[in-house]
């Protein structure tokens, strides 16, 4: 039984699992921000949680099949290096989960921050909607926002 749940986490079925997953997290933050089930599942530990767990065994999974770990590093040295990093499925999916997790926290700070200021719901949902997809530029437009509610320039927090 054990082989038949290790054959079936695939890079490819936890690609979609992950993709599929977070969306619930994502729809708690933009539609029910102020709920107790926000602050229980997305703005809690949970969802790091559950990303560091699969990180974990995809990291144990790939040092099973002697994935060279070191070479990830060479990932600094040229942009060429990066780009052949990205041709190797064990890097590309350990980047997703790193990528999905950081847009989320920061989806959550955003929820977090939004609250403390007493932004409206409505206007923090296009920042919202753009950090998942692209999160830089979603907080720097919350940050726009934030700047007329708080009444302040802050350069950090």
Same mark, same amino acid.
């Given at each position: ?9 695939? &890079? ?10 977070? !969306?619930?997290?994502? /729809?708690? /933050?933009?539609? +029910? ?12 530990? +949970?969802?790091?949680?559950? $990303?560091? !767990?699969?990180?974990? #065994?995809? %990291? #144990?999974?790939?040092? *099973?099949?002697?994935?060279?770990? *070191? ?19 064990? $890097? !590309? ?16 700070? @955003? ?5 403390? $200021?007493?932004?409206?719901?409505? /206007?923090? $949902?296009?920042? *919202?909607? %753009?950090?998942?997809? %692209?999160?830089? %530029? ?6 726009? @926002?934030? &700047?007329? #509610?708080?009444?302040? @320039?802050?350069?950090?927090?």
């Amino acid at each position: 039984m054990i082989e038949q749940i290790y054959t079936y986490f695939t &890079i490819e079925i936890i690609y979609l699992w992950l993709n599929f997953g977070v !969306l619930p997290f994502w /729809l708690i /933050l933009i539609f +029910f921000p102020q709920s107790k089930i926000c602050k229980i599942f997305a703005q809690s530990i +949970f969802p790091i949680t559950v $990303f560091s !767990l699969i990180y974990g #065994y995809l %990291i #144990y999974k790939f040092f *099973l099949d002697n994935y060279d770990f *070191l070479s990830n590093f060479t990932l600094y040295l040229s942009f060429a290096n990066l780009l052949s990093l990205f041709e190797e499925k064990y $890097f !590309l999916i350990l980047f997703w989960i790193h990528f999905l997790a950081i847009n989320l926290f920061c989806g959550s700070w @955003i929820v977090n921050d939004c609250q403390k $200021f007493n932004i409206p719901k409505g /206007l923090v $949902f296009l920042p *919202l909607i %753009i950090t998942y997809f %692209i999160g830089p %530029i979603g907080i720097f437009i919350y940050w726009v @926002i934030r &700047i007329f #509610y708080a009444k302040r @320039i802050n350069l950090y927090d």
